[in-house]
T-cell receptor, first 117, second 118 residues
Framework: AQKVTQAQTEISVVEKEDVTLDCVYE???????LFWYKQPPSGELVFLIR??????QNEISGRYSWNFQKSTSSFNFTITASQVVDSAVYFC??????????????FGTGTKLQVIP | DTEVTQTPKHLVMGMTNKKSLKCEQH?????MYWYKQKAKKPPELMFV???????INESVPSRFSPECPNSSLLNLHLHALQPEDSALYLC?????????????????FGPGTRLTVL
């Protein structure tokens, strides 16, 4: 079965601190896709990144960076110099074939990030 | 700014009412999705439409009835709901270009409809 674990339920940091959100996944599929979404209090899920299982290059986008490590089945997300606007719930998600051969999307339980001014 | 719009933003309905949620996207996407999200939980997939045909129904009760009139529009008809159906209902769309498996494309979400069933 496929699974996404976001062990950090809530994190609080002071503005300008760096913060890393952890994501560990499980799947038997060899071709899969990983995503991060941001959900601010308004409710809309905002797409941040999509990564396929064959692309292990780390990615940086402004203050955001992602570390994909297949060896440890992790896809961690780091925010550098955090800002109050980064306060939100962040979801990691996995899209892969389940044992029945159906493509499934599995979301982690989310990490609530609070950035304190 | 999101290119997936949802109406209404908020909806309060009684258990005997019939109402509809609407979703529209103008990105030329061919796959559209309904999700249900309870407070402090991740979104749960309900339905997937691909090229205007229902391709996935995640064993959703029949009191929820989806409809896809065209590739840009997705409706969710609600009838005889229960208080436990109160949640945020999110619509999403994706390219479904055929290059990757369905549900492997990036999904773009709308702002959601907050539904309260009394």
């Amino acid at each position: 079965a496929q699974k996404v674990t976001q062990a950090q339920t809530e994190i609080s940091v002071v503005e300008k601190e760096d913060v890393t959100l952890d994501c560990v996944y499980e799947t038997r599929d060899t071709t899969y896709y990983l995503f991060w979404y941001k959900q601010p209090p308004s409710g809309e899920l905002v797409f941040l990144i999509r990564r396929n299982s064959f692309d292990e290059q780390n990615e940086i986008s402004g203050r955001y960076s992602w570390n994909f490590q297949k060896s440890t089945s992790s896809f961690n997300f780091t925010i550098t110099a955090s800002q109050v606007v980064d306060s939100a719930v962040y979801f990691c998600a996995l899209s892969a074939l389940d044992p029945g051969g159906y493509q499934k999307v599995t979301f982690g339980t989310g990490t609530k990030l609070q950035v304190i001014p | 700014d999101t290119e997936v719009t949802q109406t209404p933003k908020h909806l309060v309905m009684g258990m005997t009412n019939k109402k509809s949620l609407k979703c529209e996207q103008h990105m030329g996407h061919r796959a559209m999705y309904w999700y249900k999200q309870k407070a402090k939980k991740p979104p749960e997939l309900m339905f997937v439409y691909s090229y205007e045909k229902l391709s996935i129904n995640e064993s959703v009760p029949s009191r929820f009835s989806p409809e896809c009139p065209n590739s840009s529009l997705l409706n969710l008809h609600l009838h005889a709901l229960q208080p436990e159906d109160s949640a945020l209902y999110l619509c999403a769309s994706s390219q479904d270009s055929g290059d990757v498996r369905e549900l492997a494309d990036t999904q773009y979400f709308g702002p959601g409809t907050r539904l309260t069933v009394l």
